[in-house]
């Protein structure tokens, strides 16, 4: 028996176009031809060869094994082919028996897949990147008896195949021919005819005698500011394209084609670089191992497979005849740093300039040509250190070894010397641009994303050092590593496709293998580095990771003022530093300086570090948070690019829960909660909805219900698919008068609240909203109408084709029943357009420059405000919640921002807030008072009541309202359930020890361990530590747990002075301490009191009121300043009631108030009111949705 193997199929024929920019790929690759190609491979039957047929038949090899294998274990196999079938239960005996065949049968399948050379084969394939998990790889193998074959599919893609379909049509739709077939996955741009229209060249004669070659210009990717005149003349072209008619020689000569006669300058052009990317790297026909010493006689050969190299064409030809390639190489390197024009970017341009983009590309390409001479130099001269791997090639003589060596040191000093000066020096230029405009966030942007380019090409030419034969990785190097490493890992966004989203000038793989290979070398050298040293290296390190752009500059304070560095303790913590502590004054620093000879110390990993770095991953953690450039799933989504645009954003991971990852923005004042699903239950439904919608069941006020919603009801809303919908009614009939009635759809899966009906009685129309779950909260957004002139939202009946014209009722009818199909959740969002039941909620600082509330805003998308708000005032407007709280009646404030201050000058101020009983309706229902008002008198009135708020908080003459236990114990049990945390089993917690001994403080909480969770929402508990004696308790109520506190150590121990200003505000805050009770005893303040976003904005309620509404006063910002200076001084006690702070100002302000002085403040007063107001008329509206939870419960 001969034995079975697998083929190797079209790898050999698809990666010899692949480029190959690390040699030891270039062996990998040619180590895996060998092994299939050999003679014992050879003499194997081949099975899993579905590259030959684009049906997947079997094949005699395979049914050949499937039969023996059968025979192994017994089993009479009538049909041996269906024993690779996937059934569910499991049906072939073989894969029963044998699990791994499954592995085995996969893993094949997915190889031969990806060597499929049309991209079209695969999902990802179009514009849009859709994510992968790894459960929608699994593979499911059918039987298609119709092909007489397999069928394989996944949740990636259905009807995979290895080869292209030999019936897709071209673009415009007719059959492909044979030889239009796509041959190669990345076809080789170095082919004569890639950028030459047909008919195609294939020989010199070809070339010299086509009427006309391309000049290479006039391409989209051609850089900005390159000359409009063509690239290349007929008589360079001509030259080029002869040079690759013949690829077994075109190395050197494609190469000294651009090294000599100036013509560095083409390479702005992106096809010549594209040409000349190819010609270099990509490895060509391999040389078999039967065709090794094997010599063409006859020219041109008839053999083509003995042109070819065992190790691709570089290697090759640096073995062969080195000095063309080194020389070559060299030549270029010095040409592109006379090009330097010592400008970066154009003006107002969003890329490098010409000059750059060639300096940069002749940067990557000497790395790359670097690591192959490394690899030959390493492979003749140390031997011995490497892999012990036989090399086909024979070894050059001793003069082509001295060319190598003597290449290897010119070209590692020119990349580790003026070339990394020169990007240096452009990393100063960006971070000069960026300080003497701190404020222009588009700058900043693009400056950051074209620094990381820069750092990428920095860290390029710092993969060989360290290596046998190489200089030695030394402390300035490794600065350099770190620091540009950490610097791409938090600023920049990986994995971006396109350029104008992010994407690096070379492949981010590129990077990782750097690390990988430089990771060992580069913790060794840090663990054996003294105190002094291992600081100036880590906090350089620092400093360049979080500047803006990653230069070092020139100052030296960070230094000067060093914090003190030191290796993590334990065996997982190898290559982690951190900061052990700093010396922030002058005498400390001399007192404590390390010195040379003084060992690093050693800090525990508490996860308490101010500052961490892992060489490892070249990573840096602040505070135990990770920066790291947004997600691109969550930086791409609508909501995310409408407020902060499609620029790079630098973010730390805060929290990670079950149902929401919550993020810290850099330097931008804001935060983003991102939630991955929706509710997958409706709001609940309250006792209001106790009547079920039966028309026969109907009150005599109601009876003009059904011939207004039936027609909808059965045409829209009567199944069967979805189900039939449940309408609900509220209890008691509608009065009399009632202009408006409200149903209740309960959803065909969940079965809660989902629809919203409203019918209006004069208009005739029905309104629909849906229920919608954005943030983990429920919003009622309008979808659908039958008469759309009397609707807040824009929407415009169907244009599509219909074979009946719609009925009477229906004419302006709009919008669709069920905008987006019936699930398991709850969408986002009832755009069809927008896909998924993900979620983001957008948070801006108080201190943003934008925010008028004095607290922190809320976005609230102008999708959640369909049907509430009229839809022009959404397209003009952006709308954000404040921090008022939402009180009895579930009171709620947003402004409305302009878009656009050029176009648009007032500020809208909504708020919705219930009602006991709207007339309409006769029902509980929200209502929406939107008012109108100038933004600059907005803005004059919010910097005014600032200042007095900034007073108060100075003078610590406010303070929070008092907790009052007894409001407290009143509330009920239910409401302490719904209050009451969820926790899971094995949650470490804490419960109130008055629960278990009399007597006990109401204060004190104990340890304890969850062990079940019970059906009636209560626990069964185990308590901990010096409490294990009480032993196992059943049944606690949740409003008696909370979870368990941190323990805070080492707090304040060091001062950290490294962070740039952006991230330095970043963490400012500090989240972990404790609100305390207010019992009405003074004690003393642990943090500083502030003005409550509630506080604020009663202040400016009482304080800009219109004369008559309060007791309010006329004032200025001097007075009322004045005013509470005399309040202090008179030792009145805080306020925490700003209508009682107002009356106590105007009394201040009225005893010393007299004659003209008297008079003249208030006529400036009276006027200052009048600039603050600039109000317009209030409307008050009766909300058609209620928009929350709330509403569900109460309209």
Same mark, same amino acid.
């Given at each position: 028996?001969?034995?079975?193997?697998?083929?190797?199929?079209?790898?050999?024929?698809?990666?010899?176009?692949?480029?190959?920019?690390?040699?030891?790929?270039?062996?990998?690759?040619?180590?895996?031809?060998?092994?299939?190609?050999?003679?014992?491979?050879?003499?194997?039957?081949?099975?899993?060869?579905?590259?030959?047929?684009?049906?997947?038949?079997?094949?005699?090899?395979?049914?050949?094994?499937?039969?023996?294998?059968?025979?192994?274990?017994?089993?009479?196999?009538?049909?041996? #082919?269906?024993?690779?079938?996937?059934?569910?239960?499991?049906?072939?005996?073989?894969?029963?028996?044998?699990?791994?065949?499954?592995?085995?049968?996969?893993?094949?399948?997915?190889?031969?897949?990806?060597?499929?050379?049309?991209?079209?084969?695969?999902?990802?394939?179009?514009?849009?990147?859709?994510?992968?998990?790894?459960?929608?790889?699994?593979?499911?193998?059918?039987?298609?008896?119709?092909?007489?074959?397999?069928?394989?599919?996944?949740?990636?893609?259905?009807?995979?195949?290895?080869?292209?379909?030999?019936?897709?049509?071209?673009?415009?739709?007719?059959?492909?021919?044979?030889?239009?077939?796509?041959?190669?996955?990345?076809?080789?741009?170095?082919?004569?005819?890639?950028?030459?229209?047909?008919?195609?060249?294939?020989?010199?004669?070809?070339?010299?005698?086509?009427?006309?070659?391309?000049?290479?210009?006039?391409?989209?990717?051609?850089?900005?500011?390159?000359?409009?005149?063509?690239?290349?003349?007929?008589?360079?072209?001509?030259?080029?394209?002869?040079?690759?008619?013949?690829?077994?020689?075109?190395?050197?000569?494609?190469?000294?084609?651009?090294?000599?006669?100036?013509?560095?300058?083409?390479?702005?052009?992106?096809?010549?670089?594209?040409?000349?990317?190819?010609?270099?790297?990509?490895?060509?026909?391999?040389?078999?191992?039967?065709?090794?010493?094997?010599?063409?006689?006859?020219?041109?050969?008839?053999?083509? /497979?003995?042109?070819?190299?065992?190790?691709?064409?570089?290697?090759?030809?640096?073995?062969?005849?080195?000095?063309?390639?080194?020389?070559?190489?060299?030549?270029?390197?010095? /040409?592109?740093?006379?090009?330097?024009?010592?400008?970066?970017?154009?003006?107002?341009?969003?890329?490098?300039?010409?000059?750059?983009?060639?300096?940069?590309?002749?940067?990557?390409?000497?790395?790359?040509?670097?690591?192959?001479?490394?690899?030959?130099?390493?492979?003749?001269?140390?031997?011995?250190?490497?892999?012990?791997?036989?090399?086909?090639?024979?070894?050059?003589?001793?003069?082509?070894?001295?060319?190598?060596?003597?290449?290897?040191?010119?070209?590692?000093?020119?990349?580790?010397?003026?070339?990394?000066?020169?990007?240096?020096?452009?990393?100063?230029?960006?971070?000069?641009?960026?300080?003497?405009?701190?404020?222009?966030?588009?700058?900043?942007?693009?400056?950051?994303?074209?620094?990381?380019?820069?750092?990428?090409?920095?860290?390029?030419?710092?993969?060989?050092?360290?290596?046998?034969?190489?200089?030695?990785?030394?402390?300035?190097?490794?600065?350099?590593?770190?620091?540009?490493?950490?610097?791409?890992?938090?600023?920049?966004?990986?994995?971006?496709?396109?350029?104008?989203?992010?994407?690096?000038?070379?492949?981010?793989?590129?990077?990782?293998?750097?690390?990988?290979?430089?990771?060992?070398?580069?913790?060794?050298?840090?663990?054996?580095?003294?105190? @002094?040293?291992?600081?100036?290296?880590?906090?350089?390190?620092?400093?360049?990771?979080?500047?803006?752009?990653?230069?070092?500059?020139?100052?030296?304070?960070?230094?000067?003022?060093?914090?003190?560095?030191?290796?993590?303790?334990?065996?997982?913590?190898?290559?982690?530093?951190?900061?052990? @502590?700093?010396?922030?004054?002058?005498?400390?620093?001399?007192?404590?300086?390390?010195?040379?000879?003084?060992?690093?110390?050693? %800090?525990?990993?508490?996860?308490?570090?101010?500052?961490?770095?892992?060489?490892?991953?070249?990573?840096?953690?602040?505070?135990?948070?990770?920066?790291?450039?947004?997600?691109?799933?969550?930086?791409?989504?609508?909501?995310?690019?409408?407020?902060?645009?499609?620029?790079?954003?630098?973010?730390?991971?805060?929290?990670?829960?079950?149902?929401?990852?919550?993020?810290?923005?850099?330097?931008?004042?804001?935060?983003?909660?991102?939630?991955?699903?929706?509710?997958?239950?409706?709001?609940?439904?309250?006792?209001?909805?106790?009547?079920?919608?039966?028309?026969?069941?109907?009150?005599?006020?109601?009876?003009?219900?059904?011939?207004?919603?039936?027609?909808?009801?059965?045409?829209?809303?009567?199944?069967?698919?979805?189900?039939?919908?449940?309408?609900?009614?509220?209890?008691?009939?509608?009065?009399?008068?009632?202009?408006?009635?409200?149903?209740?759809?309960?959803?065909? =899966?969940?079965?809660?609240?989902?629809?919203?009906?409203?019918?209006?009685?004069?208009?005739?129309?029905?309104?629909?909203?849906?229920?919608?779950?954005?943030?983990?909260?429920?919003?009622?957004?309008?979808?659908?109408?039958?008469?759309?002139?009397?609707?807040?939202?824009?929407?415009?009946?169907?244009?599509?084709?219909?074979?009946?014209?719609?009925?009477?009722?229906?004419?302006?009818?709009?919008?669709?029943?069920?905008?987006?199909?019936?699930?398991?959740?709850?969408?986002?969002?009832?755009?069809?357009?927008?896909?998924?039941? @993900?979620?983001?909620?957008?948070?801006?600082?108080?201190?943003?420059?934008?925010?008028?509330?004095?607290?922190?805003?809320?976005?609230?998308?102008?999708?959640?405000?369909?049907?509430?708000?009229?839809?022009?005032?959404?397209?003009?407007?952006?709308?954000?919640?404040?921090?008022?709280?939402?009180?009895?009646?579930?009171?709620?404030?947003?402004?409305?921002?302009?878009?656009?201050?050029?176009?648009? #000058?007032?500020?809208?101020?909504?708020?919705?807030?219930?009602?006991?009983?709207?007339?309409?309706?006769?029902?509980?229902?929200?209502? %929406?008072?939107?008012?109108?008002?100038?933004?600059?008198?907005?803005?004059?009135?919010?910097?005014?009541?600032?200042?007095?708020?900034?007073?108060?908080?100075?003078?610590?003459?406010?303070?929070?309202?008092?907790?009052?236990?007894?409001?407290?114990?009143?509330? /009920?049990?239910?409401?302490?359930?719904?209050?009451?945390?969820?926790?899971?089993?094995?949650?470490?917690?804490?419960?109130?020890?008055?629960?278990?001994?009399?007597?006990?403080?109401?204060?004190?909480?104990?340890?304890?361990?969850?062990?079940?969770?019970?059906?009636?929402?209560?626990?069964?508990?185990?308590?901990?530590?010096?409490?294990?004696?009480?032993?196992?308790?059943?049944?606690?109520?949740?409003?008696?747990?909370?979870?368990?506190?941190?323990?805070?150590?080492?707090?304040?121990?060091?001062?950290?002075?490294?962070?740039?200003?952006?991230?330095?505000?970043?963490?400012?805050?500090?989240?972990?301490?404790?609100?305390?009770?207010?019992?009405?005893?003074?004690?003393?303040?642990?943090?500083?009191?502030?003005?409550?976003?509630?506080?604020?904005?009663?202040?400016?309620?009482?304080?800009?009121?219109?004369?008559?509404?309060?007791?309010?006063?006329?004032?200025?910002?001097?007075?009322?300043?004045?005013?509470?200076?005399?309040?202090?001084? =008179?030792?009145?006690?805080?306020?925490?009631?700003?209508?009682?702070?107002?009356?106590?100002?105007?009394?201040?302000?009225?005893?010393?108030?007299?004659?003209?002085?008297?008079?003249?403040?208030?006529?400036?007063?009276?006027?200052?009111?009048?600039?603050?107001?600039?109000?317009?008329?209030?409307?008050?509206?009766?909300?058609?949705?209620?928009?929350?939870?709330?509403?569900?419960?109460?309209?």
């Amino acid at each position: 028996l001969r034995g079975f193997g697998v083929g190797v199929g079209t790898f050999g024929k698809q990666t010899e176009t692949m480029e190959v920019h690390t040699p030891e790929i270039a062996v990998a690759r040619a180590a895996v031809l060998d092994y299939f190609e050999s003679p014992m491979q050879k003499k194997l039957d081949k099975i899993f060869h579905w590259e030959d047929n684009f049906n997947l038949h079997p094949g005699r090899g395979l049914i050949k094994w499937l039969r023996m294998i059968s025979r192994e274990i017994a089993y009479s196999a009538v049909n041996p #082919h269906l024993l690779l079938i996937d059934n569910c239960p499991e049906s072939s005996m073989l894969l029963k028996n044998y699990p791994e065949i499954r592995c085995f049968r996969d893993i094949t399948f997915y190889w031969k897949y990806l060597l499929n050379p049309d991209a079209k084969a695969f999902p990802n394939s179009g514009p849009r990147q859709p994510k992968f998990v790894r459960m929608q790889a699994v593979q499911a193998w059918q039987w298609n008896a119709e092909e007489k074959g397999y069928r394989v599919d996944s949740d990636l893609m259905q009807g995979m195949r290895c080869v292209p379909d030999p019936s897709r049509l071209s673009e415009d739709g007719r059959q492909l021919k044979a030889d239009e077939q796509p041959t190669h996955r990345y076809p080789s741009t170095a082919t004569p005819s890639f950028f030459v229209p047909p008919p195609p060249l294939r020989t010199e004669d070809d070339a010299i005698y086509r009427a006309n070659l391309p000049s290479f210009d006039d391409d989209d990717r051609t850089v900005k500011g390159a000359k409009a005149s063509s690239m290349l003349n007929q008589r360079d072209s001509e030259l080029l394209i002869s040079f690759l008619t013949v690829p077994y020689i075109r190395v050197p000569l494609v190469l000294n084609f651009f090294a000599s006669e100036d013509r560095v300058h083409k390479l702005a052009s992106a096809k010549l670089r594209l040409i000349l990317d190819s010609v270099l790297f990509e490895p060509g026909k391999h040389l078999p191992l039967n065709a090794q010493q094997v010599e063409p006689k006859v020219v041109p050969t008839t053999v083509p /497979s003995l042109l070819g190299c065992a190790y691709g064409l570089l290697l090759n030809e640096l073995y062969r005849s080195p000095e063309c390639i080194c020389s070559g190489v060299l030549s270029l390197v010095d /040409s592109a740093l006379a090009l330097d024009t010592g400008s970066v970017c154009d003006d107002e341009s969003s890329e490098f300039n010409s000059s750059v983009v060639i300096i940069l590309y002749v940067i990557r390409l000497a790395n790359r040509v670097l690591n192959y001479v490394h690899y030959v130099v390493a492979r003749l001269k140390h031997y011995e250190k490497l892999v012990d791997t036989p090399v086909r090639e024979h070894p050059p003589d001793n003069s082509a070894v001295q060319v190598l060596e003597d290449a290897q040191a010119k070209l590692s000093e020119k990349l580790c010397g003026p070339i990394t000066l020169l990007l240096d020096d452009y990393l100063t230029r960006l971070h000069e641009e960026t300080e003497e405009d701190p404020e222009d966030e588009q700058l900043i942007n693009r400056n950051s994303r074209l620094a990381c380019d820069l750092h990428a090409h920095r860290l390029l030419a710092l993969r060989t050092l360290g290596g046998p034969g190489a200089k030695a990785l030394e402390e300035g190097t490794a600065t350099s590593l770190i620091g540009s490493f950490v610097y791409l890992t938090a600023r920049h966004t990986w994995n971006k496709r396109l350029r104008e989203s992010g994407q690096l000038l070379f492949p981010e793989t590129e990077l990782y293998e750097l690390l990988c290979v430089q990771r060992r070398r580069l913790v060794r050298l840090a663990d054996g580095l003294k105190q @002094s040293p291992l600081d100036a290296m880590m906090q350089t390190a620092l400093q360049v990771a979080t500047s803006t752009t990653g230069t070092l500059g020139t100052s030296t304070d960070v230094i000067d003022a060093s914090n003190r560095w030191g290796k993590l303790q334990g065996y997982r913590s190898v290559g982690r530093f951190g900061i052990a @502590s700093s010396r922030t004054g002058a005498g400390d620093q001399a007192e404590d300086a390390p010195t040379y000879v003084e060992n690093a110390v050693e %800090v525990g990993d508490t996860g308490l570090l101010g500052v961490e770095m892992d060489l490892q991953l070249g990573q840096m953690t602040l505070r135990s948070k990770h920066l790291a450039a947004l997600e691109s799933d969550i930086a791409t989504l609508p909501d995310v690019r409408m407020v902060l645009g499609d620029s790079t954003m630098q973010a730390s991971l805060l929290e990670r829960a079950q149902y929401r990852r919550r993020y810290r923005l850099v330097g931008v004042r804001h935060e983003v909660e991102f939630w991955p699903d929706g509710h997958a239950s409706c709001p609940p439904l309250s006792d209001l909805w106790e009547r079920d919608y039966d028309p026969a069941e109907l009150f005599d006020s109601e009876r003009w219900l059904p011939p207004l919603f039936e027609p909808v009801r059965k045409s829209f809303f009567d199944g069967p698919s979805p189900p039939p919908m449940h309408f609900m009614m509220a209890a008691g009939p509608l009065p009399d008068n009632a202009e408006v009635a409200v149903l209740l759809g309960l959803h065909p =899966k969940l079965g809660g609240p989902f629809k919203l009906v409203y019918l209006f009685r004069q208009y005739r129309c029905v309104h629909v909203y849906e229920c919608v779950s954005h943030a983990r909260r429920w919003w009622y957004s309008l979808h659908f109408t039958t008469e759309n002139r009397y609707c807040l939202r824009e929407l415009q009946p169907s244009h599509e084709p219909r074979f009946n014209p719609p009925p009477s009722w229906f004419v302006r009818g709009a919008g669709q029943p069920y905008p987006k199909q019936v699930g398991d959740k709850l969408w986002s969002c009832v755009d069809p357009s927008r896909e998924g039941s @993900s979620s983001v909620a957008i948070v801006r600082d108080a201190a943003h420059q934008n925010n008028l509330s004095g607290g922190r805003e809320t976005l609230v998308p102008p999708y959640l405000l369909h049907g509430l708000l009229p839809q022009a005032l959404l397209e003009t407007h952006l709308f954000w919640q404040d921090e008022t709280p939402p009180g009895r009646f579930n009171f709620r404030r947003m402004r409305g921002y302009p878009k656009d201050e050029e176009q648009e #000058h007032h500020l809208l101020l909504v708020d919705i807030f219930g009602s006991e009983t709207v007339l309409i309706t006769g029902r509980p229902e929200r209502v %929406v008072r939107c008012e109108r008002m100038l933004l600059s008198a907005s803005r004059k009135a919010f910097e005014r009541v600032s200042a007095v708020a900034g007073k108060l908080e100075a003078l610590e003459l406010v303070c929070p309202p008092p907790r009052r236990k007894r409001e407290e114990e009143e509330q /009920s049990q239910e409401e302490k359930k719904k209050a009451a945390k969820t926790f899971m089993e094995d949650d470490r917690i804490e419960t109130l020890a008055s629960d278990l001994v009399t007597g006990m403080s109401e204060e004190m909480w104990v340890p304890a361990k969850v062990l079940s969770c019970n059906s009636d929402g209560t626990y069964d508990l185990e308590y901990m530590n010096e409490w294990t004696w009480v032993g196992t308790v059943r049944n606690v109520e949740a409003a008696n747990l909370r979870e368990k506190k941190a323990e805070v150590k080492g707090k304040n121990i060091w001062v950290f002075e490294g962070l740039s200003d952006s991230e330095d505000d970043a963490w400012r805050s500090d989240d972990s301490e404790e609100e305390e009770e207010d019992t009405g005893e003074p004690q003393e303040s642990k943090k500083k009191i502030t003005v409550s976003p509630e506080q604020f904005s009663r202040l400016a309620e009482v304080l800009e009121a219109k004369e008559g509404t309060c007791a309010a006063v006329t004032w200025t910002v001097e007075m009322a300043e004045k005013a509470i200076a005399e309040l202090k001084a =008179k030792g009145a006690a805080p306020f925490h009631d700003m209508q009682a702070l107002a009356n106590a100002m105007k009394e201040v302000i009225d005893a010393g108030a007299g004659g003209a002085g008297a008079g003249a403040a208030a006529a400036a007063g009276a006027g200052a009111a009048g600039a603050a107001g600039g109000g317009e008329a209030a409307a008050a509206t009766t909300t058609p949705a209620g928009n929350d939870a709330a509403a569900a419960a109460a309209a």
